[in-house]
């Protein structure tokens, strides 16, 4: 069955460094990718989407890789800030798979300042 | 521009009653709009998703169903509410077909 892997285990960095979360999926080819941010007791916020013929895809301080060999993505937060802290998602779609998008469990991130 | 409500932000019933929770999306027209709920620590798990009035493709068998009787209402049910509904419910709409899904605040439902 297709599965979506984000490491379960939080991220804890030093505030000014670069945070780097894992997007992981197996029996799936998707057409994009995307990645939310989560806050506590919010809906998620969409952040970013890369394609699958895209290699990597940037906004503001975060850049976002999609590796469809490995089928992995990397989500990056340059100069990663306190107020960066959230649980962030990945999720899949394809172009045939109808309206449906699988969603992963997300990473928690914590940035010390 | 568009926006999405939900109601109520918090509920706590007992079991074996019923459910009613509510989403609105505004400024958009025909919008997909999608049910999930998320257990403590899990992903989202897609419940319902509606691509037009009257519209429904259930993903996973239980207790809840849902009816979307206006463009841009979506309304989630249950005749009897079990424990293991327990969970925080998220109401979403999408345009286009990048599905990029949009979210409501979200239901904590808490049943006792």
């Known amino acids: 069955s297709q599965k979506i892997e984000q490491n379960s285990e939080a991220l804890n960095i030093q505030e000014g460094k670069t945070a780097t979360l894992t997007c992981n999926y197996t029996?799936?080819?998707?057409?994009?990718l995307q990645w939310y941010r989560q806050d506590p007791g919010r809906g998620p916020v969409f952040l970013l989407l890369?394609?699958?013929?895209?290699k990597e895809k940037r906004k503001e301080r975060l850049k976002v890789t999609f590796d469809t060999t490995l089928k992995q993505s990397l989500f990056h937060i340059t100069a990663s800030q306190p107020a960066d802290s959230a649980t962030y998602l990945c999720?899949?779609?394809?172009?045939?798979?109808?309206?449906?998008?699988?969603f992963g469990a997300g990473t928690r991130l914590f940035v010390k300042a | 521009s568009q926006t999405i409500h939900q109601w109520p932000a918090t509920l706590v019933q007992p079991v074996g009653s019923p459910l009613s929770l509510e989403c609105t999306v505004e400024?958009?027209?025909?919008?997909?709009l999608y049910w999930y709920r998320q257990a403590a620590g899990r992903g989202l798990q897609l419940l319902f998703y509606?691509?037009?009035?009257?519209?429904i493709s259930s993903e996973v068998p239980q207790n809840l169903s849902a009816s979307r009787p206006q463009d841009r209402q979506f309304i989630l049910s249950s005749k009897k509410l079990l424990l293991s509904d327990s969970g925080f419910y998220l109401c979403?709409?999408?345009?286009?077909?990048?599905?990029?899904?949009?979210f409501g605040a979200g239901t904590r439902l808490s049943v006792l």
């Open positions: 979403a709409w999408s345009v286009g077909g990048e599905n990029i899904q949009y």
């Open positions: 029996n799936y080819s998707p057409a994009y």
């Open positions: 890369i394609r699958e013929n895209e």
């Open positions: 999720a899949l779609g394809t172009d045939t798979g109808g309206f449906k998008t699988i």
């Open positions: 400024g958009t027209s025909n919008p997909n």
């Open positions: 509606s691509v037009g009035i009257g519209q």
